[in-house]
């Protein structure tokens, strides 16, 4: 019996451990969403975990070995030295890296082409509010990047995008996706008035987390904008190669990143109505796409977001009543936001072992949800099934430093292209019905079609 919660102590340690390694590669680090709130016990040059935010050079205590049924935390510890293989720590170290003993892995990373009949834009913006002060670094006005995503034409004359990420290449010479999006490309004018989405990413995420889902929702027609949530991500690059890495300091619970994550979404959305009005908020006045002011449409707002970004989605739908509708994509909410009664439409969307009875704030928010309300379950998936890690870490496990114990754990047994699909379909079914008010019979009940998927009634 020792020996196994050891074993387990040992797998929880590595998990974590990995995290260090995804923060630096992807910004990819996801809390559990089952993780009791914590404060931070350090201030922070690097990542910062969402409910836990150690300082990068101490180890994490060691922690109980997980409930049966409980998923495993993969960020509520900083990386501990002697563990799991960090990015920069693998590449300074390959012979690290290869004692993990993992197949080959590809040179060029890929991400599931989008299924919309659109073609894809992208354009970054650097958003500056002149009105808020960052909560994090006194003195400094709150700084923000964004990334649109639109249907776009004529994208063979514009260069393919690459992740908004600021390392591109792994260890052992594998270089991250190149995405479905062209930089720049002129709006395509016949998918009409765009609905927009916003999306925030996971507890130390970046905004290119969660690319597979966003380009697929931007090909169906919508303008999709990602959201790096400055300084309680892990590194965000401005114009003019200007790094900003988290700061938050000690005592930061993941209630006070979430009312950040609500006015952070409220100032885009003003931005996004300057840019309908014809007026370019990029703080350097880039060149805008061909199209863009014409096409861009505040009137059907939606908003999702993955573990932390999707636990922030309810606050900003308090904060900013211009949300129609929100997607939940296996994040646990803190805060006010579970106590208060929303009369808009709202959707969970869980891991296999994540519900209304493992997580408190998802049974408090389900009472207090009084518009449309669906509780959906992906069977078979991990917490970090609703992020690019669902796909990335199977072409190249050698590469993050994941071992297959540890890719089990964090994304489950589903098959991952399958994974994204169901996702695709049901995410798209929920904003089209509820931001674009075309009614899909998918959203009714269980289908034949996707077995995968359970309501929870």
């Not at 071992?403 to 994974?419: C, F, K, Y």
């Not at 904003?431 to 674009?436: G, L, N, Q, S």
Request: hydrophobic share 35%; charged share 20%; no cysteine.
């Amino acid at each position: 019996m020792k020996h196994a919660r050891r074993r387990q102590s040992r797998l929880r340690t590595r998990v974590a451990g990995t995290t260090g390694l995804l923060t630096l590669a992807l910004g990819a680090g996801i809390a559990p969403a089952t993780a009791a709130e914590k404060s931070t016990t350090a201030p922070l040059a690097t990542a910062a975990a969402p409910d836990t935010a150690e300082s990068p050079d101490t180890a994490a205590p060691a922690e109980p070995a997980p409930a049966p049924g409980q998923m495993v935390a993969l960020d509520d510890a900083a990386q501990a030295p002697g563990q799991a293989v960090g990015l920069d720590d693998a590449a300074q170290h390959p012979r690290r890296a290869a004692s993990l003993k993992v197949a080959p892995a590809p040179g060029q990373l890929t991400l599931p082409a989008p299924t919309g009949r659109h073609r894809v834009g992208t354009v970054d913006l650097h958003l500056r509010d002149s009105k808020r002060m960052d909560p994090w670094v006194p003195g400094q006005q709150r700084e923000l990047m964004v990334s649109l995503w639109y249907p776009a034409t004529h994208t063979s004359r514009y260069p393919a995008a690459l992740l908004p990420n600021s390392q591109q290449v792994l260890p052992g010479g594998v270089t991250l996706p190149t995405t479905a999006g062209h930089t720049g490309a002129p709006v395509d004018r016949k998918a009409g008035k765009l609905p927009v989405l916003l999306y925030s990413p996971g507890g130390r995420g970046n905004r290119a987390t969660g690319t597979a889902l966003v380009q697929d929702l931007a090909s169906r027609g919508y303008l999709v904008v990602t959201i790096d949530h400055t300084h309680d991500t892990g590194d965000v690059v401005f114009p003019g190669g200007r790094h900003e890495v988290s700061m938050l300091p000690p005592g930061t619970k993941s209630r006070d990143l979430i009312d950040v994550r609500a006015a952070d979404a409220h100032f885009v959305i003003d931005q996004l109505a300057e840019l309908a009005r014809g007026h370019n908020p990029d703080v350097e006045h880039k060149p805008l796409p061909h199209g863009l002011t014409q096409a861009v449409s505040t009137k059907h707002i939606g908003m999702f977001g993955a573990s932390l970004g999707g636990g922030s989605v309810a606050a900003a739908m308090h904060a900013d009543p211009r949300i129609d509708a929100g997607a939940n994509l296996d994040g646990q909410l803190f805060g006010s936001s579970e106590h208060q009664r929303l009369d808009r439409p709202y959707m969970l969307f869980s891991s296999e072992h994540h519900n209304r009875n493992t997580d408190g704030s998802w049974a408090r928010l389900w009472e207090n949800l009084h518009g449309e309300r669906l509780d959906l379950k992906l069977r078979g998936s991990g917490h970090n099934s609703f992020v690019d890690n669902q796909v990335l870490f199977p072409q190249a496990p050698g590469a993050f430093g994941v071992t297959p114990e540890v890719m089990q754990q964090a994304l489950g047994t589903i098959d991952p292209n399958r994974s994204i699909e169901v996702q695709r379909t049901y995410v798209a079914a929920f904003f089209d019905k509820h931001v674009r008010h075309q009614h899909s019979n998918l959203l009714d009940g269980p289908t034949r079609q996707y077995p995968e998927v359970d309501f929870i009634r």
